[in-house]
């Protein structure tokens, strides 16, 4: 249901059954979308950004992210899971690289498992795509949500030229990522439990080229330099360049102020990659962009009557050490769509009974990307990690 001041036209979407209004379009919005597509739902996706699909550079959180079996399942549920499967890399172990140069693989698990290196964009590309091809889905991008109200589920977007949009749902479903709108109205609540926390390191992308042609280093593995208080990892893409990431203190950044003292720093600590990222990119790459924050947020309950839920990043925004973030959010689309079917789509007993359920799961996986990140820079070298195993994880 819409009332634009400025717009011309009125769309009225009243004709339909329950109407959904998916906040946020990223990774869990657009998958979300298709499960309430796919049940019949009126569903309207609302985007800050424009369609990413005609952009030429599309911001996001990590050029590339691991999907492992609890993401998979989702996207197994609408159908989807060959489709960006057939775009991912499969890592197989972890490959841990010493200071001496030495390589150590780590398998995930038994032979034939793996975590799948996958292109962010292309899967937001793609799954946005899936959920446009259901004829009762609609995409409105440039809608920023600003403000909602839990009482008459009226919403107020800013559009890119400034016009205000007035939209009413039924259900209100807030995946608009960790500093969520949504979730604005939830912290005026009382009973509403809310933490955030964010780490003293920061993280930085660089690209590694592929060396005549080829990957420069093996691409069936995931990466990982650690370096105790720091450390760098590196995922492979379909061209064939690794992206790597260094997560780092803030304060360790800070210290680093010209190129030369980047390429000191890289030849000490990570020598094999240092030629392989090359002198001049590292030099001029390392100035591109500051290191990015990262935070854990924790809340619950995630919804608020039979109007607003909140899942993917916007309920649980956690630290990327247990690569476990977008595979979460896809799996809250899961369990919502169990629980609609056991309370045959009454939302007043399906959204109290999903924060019951997922509350304390997210919060888990919250607490051991942080343990994680603690084990990544550092036990990944002891023995007693190398003698772990676990499938799903990074
Ligand atoms: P987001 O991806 O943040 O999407 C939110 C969307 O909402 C965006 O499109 C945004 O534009 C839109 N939006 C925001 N505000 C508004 C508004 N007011 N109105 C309308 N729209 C709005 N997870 C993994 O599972 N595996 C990994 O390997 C992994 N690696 C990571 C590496 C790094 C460095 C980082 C930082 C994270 C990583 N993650 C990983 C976590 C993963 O990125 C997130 O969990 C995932 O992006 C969450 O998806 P989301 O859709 O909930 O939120």
Same mark, same amino acid.
């Given at each position: 249901?819409?009332?634009?001041?400025?717009?011309?036209?009125?769309?009225?979407?009243?004709?339909?059954?329950?109407?959904?209004?998916?906040?946020?379009?990223?990774?869990?919005?657009?998958?979300?979308?298709?499960?309430?597509?796919?049940?019949?739902?009126?569903?309207?996706?609302?985007?800050?950004?424009?369609?990413?699909?005609?952009?030429?550079?599309?911001?996001?959180?990590?050029?590339?992210?691991?999907?492992?079996?609890?993401?998979?399942?989702?996207?197994?549920?609408?159908?989807?899971?060959?489709?960006?499967?057939?775009?991912?890399?499969?890592?197989?172990?972890?490959?841990?690289?010493?200071?001496?140069?030495?390589?150590?693989?780590?398998?995930?698990?038994?032979?034939?498992?793996?975590?799948?290196?996958?292109?962010?964009?292309?899967?937001?590309?793609?799954?946005?795509?899936?959920?446009?091809?259901?004829?009762?889905?609609?995409?409105?991008?440039?809608?920023?949500?600003?403000?909602?109200?839990?009482?008459?589920?009226?919403?107020?977007?800013?559009?890119?030229?400034?016009?205000?949009?007035?939209?009413?749902?039924?259900?209100?479903?807030?995946?608009?990522?960790? /500093?969520?709108?949504?979730? =604005?109205?939830?912290?005026?609540?009382?009973?509403?439990?809310?933490? *955030?926390? $964010?780490? !003293? +390191?920061?993280?930085?992308?660089?690209?590694?080229?592929?060396?005549?042609?080829?990957?420069?280093?093996?691409?069936?593995?995931?990466?990982?330099?650690?370096?105790?208080?720091?450390?760098?990892?590196?995922?492979?893409?379909?061209?064939?360049?690794?992206?790597?990431?260094?997560?780092?203190? /803030?304060?360790?950044?800070? =210290?680093?102020?010209?190129?030369?003292?980047?390429?000191?720093?890289? *030849?000490? $600590?990570? !020598? +094999?990659?240092?030629?392989?990222?090359?002198?001049?990119?590292?030099?001029?790459?390392?100035?591109?962009?500051?290191?990015?924050?990262?935070?854990?947020?924790?809340?619950?309950?995630?919804?608020?009557?039979?109007?607003?839920?909140?899942?993917?990043?916007?309920?649980?925004?956690?630290?990327? /050490?247990?690569?476990?973030?977008?595979?979460?959010?896809?799996?809250?689309?899961?369990?919502?769509?169990?629980?609609?079917?056991?309370?045959?789509?009454?939302?007043?007993?399906?959204?109290?009974?999903?924060?019951?359920?997922?509350?304390?799961?997210?919060?888990?996986?919250?607490?051991?990307?942080?343990?994680?990140?603690?084990?990544?820079?550092?036990?990944?070298?002891?023995?007693?990690?190398?003698?772990?195993?676990?499938?799903?994880?990074?």
């Amino acid at each position: 249901r819409r009332d634009s001041s400025t717009m011309e036209e009125s769309n009225c979407i009243t004709n339909q059954k329950t109407v959904v209004a998916v906040v946020g379009g990223g990774l869990v919005g657009s998958l979300n979308a298709c499960f309430f597509a796919k049940r019949g739902f009126h569903v309207e996706v609302f985007e800050s950004r424009g369609d990413i699909r005609c952009a030429k550079k599309v911001k996001g959180r990590s050029i590339n992210l691991a999907l492992s079996h609890r993401g998979r399942q989702a996207l197994k549920h609408v159908g989807i899971e060959e489709k960006i499967v057939s775009k991912g890399i499969p890592m197989h172990a972890r490959m841990i690289h010493s200071l001496s140069g030495k390589q150590t693989p780590i398998p995930y698990g038994k032979k034939g498992q793996y975590i799948l290196s996958i292109d962010r964009a292309n899967l937001n590309k793609e799954l946005l795509t899936v959920a446009e091809a259901y004829p009762n889905t609609k995409l409105n991008f440039d809608h920023k949500l600003q403000d909602w109200s839990p009482e008459t589920g009226q919403m107020t977007f800013i559009r890119a030229d400034g016009a205000k949009d007035q939209i009413e749902a039924d259900l209100i479903v807030g995946c608009d990522g960790a /500093f969520s709108a949504v979730r =604005k109205q939830f912290l005026r609540r009382s009973r509403f439990n809310y933490s *955030q926390t $964010y780490i !003293p +390191d920061g993280y930085m992308e660089l690209t590694m080229p592929p060396v005549n042609g080829e990957f420069a280093m093996e691409p069936n593995y995931l990466h990982i330099w650690p370096r105790n208080a720091f450390m760098m990892i590196s995922l492979p893409n379909l061209d064939k360049t690794f992206t790597c990431t260094l997560f780092m203190p /803030f304060e360790n950044f800070e =210290k680093i102020t010209t190129g030369d003292e980047v390429i000191e720093f890289f *030849q000490e $600590y990570f !020598p +094999d990659a240092t030629p392989l990222i090359g002198v001049d990119a590292l030099k001029r790459d390392f100035f591109c962009l500051p290191a990015q924050a990262m935070v854990s947020v924790k809340c619950s309950p995630y919804h608020i009557g039979d109007k607003c839920v909140l899942m993917g990043d916007a309920a649980h925004a956690v630290v990327p /050490f247990y690569g476990q973030g977008m595979n979460a959010g896809f799996e809250d689309c899961i369990v919502f769509d169990e629980i609609m079917n056991e309370f045959s789509e009454d939302l007043g007993a399906v959204l109290p009974e999903y924060s019951r359920v997922r509350v304390p799961d997210d919060q888990a996986i919250a607490d051991l990307a942080m343990y994680n990140y603690i084990e990544m820079r550092a036990h990944v070298n002891s023995k007693w990690f190398l003698f772990r195993k676990h499938v799903d994880n990074f």
